[in-house]
């Protein structure tokens, strides 16, 4: 078992939490996120009912619901995929605790990540069991975001582990830089689980305006709305537009906040290659965004904008690593 605590088998994880969100974001997508009532099972079996004797008893335990096999398998595939990641991240995280003597300082890395993965699962039961609430749908989201970013994180020290890790002055602009791209990442979630994506089919302008009727309070109401199911929305129409316009605006402040800490940081020639990195996924993502607007919503455009926004929060993980290296090593 000691022999599994190495970079390599955690950024085997962490490229199957990778497929995890990019599964999460195609389930949700193609409207799936309810294509399965129950939690874990499908309709009361461990895959979706497709024999006579299956769609009988779905029929029986859920006669007010229809299985429909096209919503359902995006729904079961991605809870195979991540009960499998769930698996390999305890397994990590007992590697990490068992042999904490050979890894410094990782034990509360560890402690967080199994934190993380529990609470994980129960959002993914509450996705479903609350009827798509935005809440735990876009806390879902985020939480995925984060399980990676750690995993990341993780797979980089085990790699250089037989470094002593030092204080660099641009650390906390870093620092700040992710937490921007994290809340723009959660503004998204929540444009998302909204159904506000498509709300605005212009650009720059949002319904033929630069700042058009809005609704805050309705907009970041949390909860509190007294119904079952909010699949397809819940919102009116000025209250999605105010999701989307928040949206757009985090997009300008993201994009002000990494073009300053690109600035500051290019000063030290070590960093400029994964610097290079960051600005590339940025204008990419850029580039995504608006095309999401002016092609409504394409399948592949909208989870490709999903797997792009990963890549810039982990090119910052790797960033933030780096600055921690003696400068002999980076």
């Known amino acids: 078992m000691k022999n599994l605590l190495t970079h390599k088998f955690t950024f085997g994880t962490a490229c199957l939490a990778l497929v995890v969100i990019l599964l999460g974001a195609w389930t949700r997508l193609s409207d799936a996120g309810l294509g399965c009532p129950d939690w874990p099972g499908c309709y009361g079996h461990l895959t979706v009912p497709q024999t006579e004797e299956a769609l009988s008893k779905a029929k029986e335990l859920f006669p007010d619901q229809e299985v429909v096999a096209e919503k359902a398998w995006p729904e079961m595939i991605h809870r195979y995929f991540a009960g499998t990641?769930?698996?390999?991240?305890?397994?990590?995280?007992?590697?990490?605790?068992?042999?904490?003597?050979?890894?410094?300082?990782?034990?509360?890395?560890?402690?967080?990540?199994?934190?993380?993965?529990?609470?994980?699962?129960?959002?993914?039961?509450?996705?479903?069991?609350?009827?798509?609430?935005?809440?735990t749908v876009m806390g879902h989201l985020l939480g995925g975001f984060i399980t990676l970013s750690l995993l990341w994180y993780i797979t980089l020290r085990l790699k250089d582990r037989q470094y002593d890790f030092h204080h660099h002055a641009l650390k906390p602009l870093v620092k700040i830089a992710m937490g921007v791209v994290l809340f723009q990442i959660f503004l998204g979630g929540w444009?998302?689980?909204?159904?506000?994506?498509?709300?605005?089919?212009?650009?720059?302008?949002?319904?033929?305006?630069?700042?058009?009727?809005?609704?805050?309070v309705s907009a970041f109401q949390m909860w509190g709305h007294g119904v079952d199911n909010y699949e397809f929305g819940i919102l009116g129409n000025d209250a999605r537009v105010t999701i989307q316009w928040s949206h757009r605006l985090g997009a300008y402040i993201t994009i002000a906040m990494l073009i300053f800490m690109i600035v500051k940081v290019w000063q030290f020639k070590r960093f400029r290659n994964l610097l290079k990195v960051v600005a590339a996924l940025l204008t990419i993502q850029v580039i995504l965004g608006i095309s999401n607007v002016l092609f409504s919503i394409p399948m592949a455009?909208?989870?490709?904008?999903?797997?792009?926004?990963?890549?810039?929060?982990?090119?910052?993980?790797?960033?933030?690593?780096?600055?921690?290296?003696?400068?002999?090593?980076?």
């Open 301 to 330: 455009i909208a989870v490709a904008h999903n797997g792009v926004a990963v890549l810039l929060l982990l090119s910052l993980v790797t960033l933030l690593h780096y600055m921690s290296l003696p400068k002999e090593r980076f």
């Open 191 to 216: 444009t998302s689980s909204n159904y506000a994506a498509i709300i605005c089919a212009d650009f720059p302008t949002c319904q033929g305006s630069m700042i058009p009727p809005m609704d805050f």
């Open 85 to 135: 990641l769930g698996l390999l991240v305890f397994a990590i995280v007992y590697l990490l605790i068992r042999y904490k003597d050979e890894v410094k300082n990782m034990t509360p890395l560890a402690v967080g990540l199994g934190g993380l993965i529990i609470f994980q699962a129960l959002l993914g039961m509450w996705t479903v069991t609350l009827g798509l609430w935005p809440l």
